[in-house]
T-cell receptor, first 113, second 121 residues
């Protein structure tokens, strides 16, 4: 089973603050994803990547940047955080042949005051 | 509009069989439906998936699905439910999945808003 880790697990910042969420997967998966989860919306895709240096836009990309530095590492950047970005953020990964079976990290709870 | 719809919550008694319903909208002929469970810690755990091209209902451990393709409906069935099965269950739609290989450029999961299950002792 894929090992996906996220850091930090909890983060508090102020409006306008700069936040970086980190994700690392150690199963050599090609695909990585960032989701946010909010009550009543399930999980919504922010950005995703199919390899180092690649970035694709998801369904709710506004206010977020992402960067895939290596096959293992995928970062989500909030350069001017807003209270509307208070959420639970999940990273996930999958491999080329079974990319529908995504393995999730433990999540990061972000609070923007 | 919601493309994947789930009821908000449901409950069961220990040892009972639980059925969690999911309906979806798609114009694709080939797709997958996946089920995930979210633990109280927030962790998301993959449970089972059903390919649209497979007429056989999938099973995995004490999870199974009842797939009604013509109704665009699928149910997750949990047999002999236990209190530790409590949590939130998500249904997700994955489109353009052809013969086990996803078509290029189409590989997003569309999640429902989840069903919160409580299994009482």
């Amino acid at each position: 089973e894929a090992a996906v880790t996220q850091s930090p697990r909890n983060k508090v910042t102020v409006t306008g603050g700069n936040v970086t969420l980190s994700c690392r997967q150690t199963n050599s998966h090609n695909y990585m994803y960032w989701y946010r989860q909010d009550t009543g919306h399930g999980l919504r895709l922010i950005h995703y990547s199919y390899g180092a240096g690649n970035l694709q836009i998801g369904d709710v990309p506004d206010g977020y940047k992402a960067t895939r530095t290596t096959q293992e590492d995928f970062f989500l950047l909030l350069e001017l955080a807003s209270p509307s970005q208070t959420s639970l953020y999940f990273c996930a990964s999958s491999d080329r042949q079974t990319q529908d079976t995504q393995y999730f990290g433990p999540g990061t709870r972000l609070l923007v005051l | 509009a919601q493309r994947v719809t789930q009821v908000q919550s449901t409950g069961s008694s220990q040892w009972g069989e639980v059925t969690l319903d999911c309906s979806y909208e798609t114009s694709e002929y080939s797709y997958l439906i996946l089920w995930y469970r979210q633990l109280f810690s927030g962790e998301m755990v993959f449970l089972i998936y059903q390919p649209s091209f497979d007429t056989q209902n999938q099973r995995s451990g004490h999870y199974s699905v009842v797939f009604q393709k013509s109704f665009k409906s699928i149910s997750l069935v949990i047999s002999a439910s236990q209190p530790e099965d409590s949590g939130t269950y998500f249904c997700a739609l994955s489109e353009a999945h052809i013969g086990g290989i996803r078509a290029s450029g189409s590989w997003q999961l569309i999640f429902g808003s989840g069903t919160q299950l409580t299994v009482m002792p």
